[in-house]
């Protein structure tokens, strides 16, 4: 197989900093080998798409091609939910206990090819390679280990005596965390004894195709998990295909709008993980500090590439020039460039479309008379990259306070009073997540059980646990991923 190679950028650097910081640059050669091309993993065998089209998926730090892969057809859908349909009698009457087993190994090949693992995901994303390696992997590897421990459990999850799994699970993923919404997604599907086709992002399949490999590696019975490449029009034909009997997508709200009208009245289950417009709200007890840096990793952690990212900073106007002279401080600290970079902390944009995104949106937060800022930085000279941004002055009728970006963008609004503030955090037609700052254990309490978000963070922000369940509601979506109640989207109940 055809090796590629990366050229390194050099890290942006912030104006006015403190230190100097030597490149501390990750090999790309840890990724491993990556075919110039790949076709489709169906019944446990790399397969040749039955169509002629390729993709090409790239590096969004470099724009060098990293590898082509597959465009699926109708025809490769229907051959893997075929070999997912065939795998499931078996997989299904095997005893938890031995589904276990499968799970465990899979989670100690993830953590013992973790380097790997980590490298690849930041070609083939953008994001850095810190994140990649301390949060990403390592995530990806407790979702297995936790549902491996519920798979001989399953009587005892609350759902009734002797759930049964559902059949075969149309899975498809989004760009900004791959491996870990496959995680999500794969692990819980056979821990109850479901068989899985998915399909990765179109920008970002290249961790998925080595997942395959892993799947293999840890002797994983032929057709449990089948992988087909391509762009919308193969998770279509996934979401539509009639012998599917789960489908869980997350991505775009106006994607999941289209499968929820295509699956309706089909008897198919369905959850969908959406968008998200999170409020970050900052009382004037708040540790400033702290909630300096959860405001940070809230909105520029994986370069604002998060659903519930805290992209509406609700500051009491007591404390706002307080925080945000410390913010635009930390702001000025941060380094932009290399995602392969161990010093890196905000990576590239996943794409050339995400970007354009990006900059339309800022470009209206301006039109619209907010006032923008961004620490001085040195941008590399080839890829897709965006300054960590911050807009103040911004009215709930502002475009950037309303439309998610999906970006490194921070829109600032303020309010005097606690009620004002549940107002505001909730004037979104989104309902992922939430963020609280306060000493006030009595005021968190208040404040949560009025914000309608699906996840609300007190005096911190982006954590997860595999313990824990997670989604929204409204226009970000339904159903719940992690914990106990993760099982429940893919048993029969």
């Known amino acids: 197989m055809a090796k590629k190679k990366n050229t390194e950028q050099p890290a942006a650097k912030p104006a006015g900093g403190l230190f100097t910081y030597a490149p501390a640059p990750e090999s790309p050669a840890a990724a491993g080998d990556i075919a110039s091309s ?22 969004p730090a470099t724009e060098e091609v990293l590898a082509e892969f597959a465009q699926g057809t109708e025809e490769d859908v229907d051959r893997a939910v075929a070999a997912a349909r065939k795998a499931f009698g078996d997989w299904s009457a095997l005893p938890g206990s031995e589904r276990a087993k499968y799970l465990f190994r899979i989670a100690r090949i993830i953590q013992e090819r973790g380097r790997e693992l980590a490298v690849l995901e930041s070609i083939d994303n953008g994001k850095p390679i810190r994140e990649t390696r301390d949060f990403d992997i390592p995530t990806v590897a407790a979702w297995f280990f ?18 049964r799994p559902l059949g075969v699970a149309g899975q498809v993923i989004p760009w900004n965390f791959p491996l870990m919404m496959l995680a999500w997604k794969v692990a819980p599907a056979l821990a109850t004894g479901n068989t899985v086709v998915l399909k990765p992002a179109e920008t970002t399949p290249l961790t998925a195709l080595r997942f395959a490999e892993i799947c293999r590696q840890a002797g994983l019975p032929k057709g449990v998990v089948n992988i087909v490449t391509g762009d919308g029009r193969t998770g279509a034909a996934l979401t539509a295909h009639p012998d599917v009997n789960k489908v869980a997508f997350t991505g775009s709200t106006p994607v999941g709008r ?11 289950k369905l959850s969908l993980e959406l968008g998200g417009k999170a409020a970050n709200i900052v009382f004037d007890d708040a540790p400033i500090d702290q909630a ?7 909105i520029f952690f994986n370069q604002g590439h998060v659903c519930c990212a805290g992209s509406r900073l609700l500051v009491q106007e007591s404390v706002q020039d307080e925080l945000l002279d410390a913010l635009k401080r930390r702001m000025s ?40 800022w961004s620490p001085e930085c040195e941008l590399p000279g080839t890829g897709f990259w965006f300054r960590p941004t911050l807009f103040t002055g911004v009215s709930q009728a502002h475009r950037i306070a309303q439309e998610e970006i999906f970006g490194p963008v921070l829109s600032v609004l303020t309010f005097r009073t606690p009620a004002e503030a549940v107002e505001k955090a909730n004037n979104t037609p989104y309902g992922l997540s939430a963020g609280i700052w306060t000493e006030k254990g009595s005021r968190i309490l208040w404040t949560a059980e009025r914000l309608k978000a699906g996840v609300v963070w007190a005096n911190t922000f982006n954590k997860f646990d595999p313990t824990s369940p997670f989604g929204g509601y409204k226009e970000s979506g339904y159903g719940r991923e992690g914990g106990r109640h993760g099982l429940e989207a893919y048993l029969d109940v």
């Open 38 to 59: 790949y076709g489709h993993f169906i019944g446990g065998q790399f397969v040749d798409s039955s169509g002629s089209e390729a993709l090409k998926t790239v590096n």
């Open 258 to 268: 289209a499968i929820a009208r295509q699956l309706a009245g089909s008897r198919k």
């Open 292 to 298: 300096v840096e959860g405001i940070v990793n809230g």
């Open 333 to 372: 600290t941060l380094r932009v460039g290399d995602p392969l970079d161990k010093n890196t902390d905000i990576g590239a944009i996943n794409s050339a479309a995400q970007l354009a995104r990006i900059t339309e949106l800022t470009e209206a937060g301006e039109a619209e008379g907010a006032d923008r």
């Open 146 to 163: 936790y549902y491996a421990g519920w798979a001989d459990k399953l009587d005892y999850a609350g759902f009734g005596p002797n759930p």
